[in-house]
Structures are given as structure tokens and as C-alpha cells.
């Protein structure tokens, strides 16, 4: 059974507190993605890889920045927590084919206090 | 004006009835992808099609590619089909996705 396992199921953090999210695939995929979801405005990419040490901006990176060490971890930090980032934080993975079914982790809910 | 719109926002059901969620998409792609929510966060995968129509169990999928627009129906629905449903489509090259902000269905018994 193919799994992208997210490191918590919520999280709750003090405002200027650096925060790691992680996540870890098993299907060898080359991309990985970090999402955020908050009401009314959907998934919103705030980072993805297509490879080991490569990290591409989404649509609203700032005040996050990723690490991907390995094929199958791929991390976000949050340098220095804010409550506007309060919010449920997904991971998901997909082969590098072009029309890749895309595997989703649990989520995290992150709040920021 | 989103690239991905879904409709309606919010569908209640009784228990047996046919269900209709609407997605309309404004870029051109090569596929589009159903994702089903449940309460508690995971996403996860129902369909990936990119032309005429997939069928898993109730659930159906249809797409035309030409009008931008793709439906999804369940058949005789059940409460545990409750859950946000979302697609989404290819952002530029095929391996990033826009998402429809998704249709939270509550079918009760």
C-alpha cells in the first residue's frame, strides 16, 4: 500500500517558533509538493521538488522555505512562526511522468499561537 | 476569476439520491483529476481522466474537453460518502496542479 506519511497530525506552536513539518514517501517518487488549505481558498502550493537538493517556489512561498535531502523526505520549515499561518498543511508526492496521479499524506494542522 | 470552479460549494443529500458535482476549468489540459476529503484531512486520489468517462464502483466521472467541464456523480448515495470533493487540473507543465477550493457533500440517512 503506497504511503505518504505526514511527522504529525497537529501541531501547535508558539508565534517565532521554527517549526518542521516532514514528510516521507515510500513509491520512490521524484516529486513532492507542500500545500496549504485554508477555508474558501483551496490547495495553494507554497513549495515543490522534482529531484533531490531542487526546490521550486509555488504560489505563496514566503515565510516558508523546504528542505529535500533524500529522495523520499521532504520538509518544511517555517523560519518563524506567524498565526496568519495557522492552518491544515499537506504533502503529497507524484511520479516524474507528466500525468502522475498525485498521493496525498494525512495533513497536519498546524496552530500558531 | 479562478481557474478551477466547482459547483455548488455545499450539497446536502438524502441517503439513495443521485449526486452532481460540477467542475469548470479555464487553462487548456491534458488531464484532470477528482479528489475525495474526509473529515480529518487525507486526500485522497478518485479519478485522473482526460477524455469521455471512468467508472469506480458509484462513483462516475465524465469529462469534456472541449467545453472545459468535468462532472462528478455518485450513484445511490451513502453517509459515508460525506466528505469535500475537489479537482483539479495541470498548472503549466503536468506535474503541478490547480485546485478547485472543493464541494463539501453531507448525504444524511
Known amino acids: 500500500d503506497v504511503k505518504v506519511t505526514q511527522s504529525s497530525r497537529y501541531l501547535v506552536k508558539r508565534t517565532g517558533e521554527k517549526v518542521f513539518l516532514e514528510c516521507v514517501q515510500d513509491m520512490d517518487h521524484e516529486n513532492m509538493f507542500w500545500y496549504r488549505q485554508d477555508p474558501g481558498l483551496g490547495l495553494r502550493l507554497i513549495y515543490f521538488s522534482y529531484d533531490v537538493k531542487m526546490k521550486e517556489k509555488g504560489d505563496i512561498p514566503e515565510g516558508y522555505s523546504v528542505s529535500r535531502e533524500k529522495k523520499e523526505r521532504f520538509s518544511l520549515i517555517l523560519e518563524s512562526a506567524s498565526t496568519n499561518q495557522t492552518s491544515m498543511y499537506l504533502c503529497?508526492?507524484?511520479?516524474?511522468?507528466?500525468?502522475?496521479?498525485?498521493?496525498f499524506g494525512q495533513g497536519t494542522r498546524l496552530t500558531v499561537v | 476569476k479562478n481557474e478551477v470552479e466547482q459547483s455548488p460549494q455545499n450539497l446536502t443529500a438524502q441517503e439513495g439520491e443521485f449526486i452532481t458535482i460540477n467542475c469548470s476549468y479555464s487553462?487548456?489540459?491534458?488531464?484532470l483529476h477528482w479528489l475525495q476529503q474526509h473529515p480529518g484531512g487525507g486526500i485522497v486520489s478518485l479519478f485522473m481522466l482526460s477524455s469521455g468517462k471512468k467508472k469506480h464502483g458509484r462513483l462516475i466521472a465524465t469529462i469534456n474537453i472541449q467545453e472545459k467541464h468535468s462532472s462528478l456523480h455518485i450513484t445511490a448515495s451513502h453517509p459515508r460518502d460525506s466528505a469535500v470533493y475537489i479537482c483539479a487540473v495541470p498548472q503549466g507543465d503536468a506535474d503541478k496542479l490547480i485546485f478547485g477550493t472543493g464541494t463539501r457533500l453531507q448525504v444524511f440517512p
Open positions: 503529497a508526492s507524484s511520479a516524474s511522468t507528466g500525468l502522475a496521479e498525485a498521493f
Open positions: 487553462v487548456g489540459i491534458s488531464a
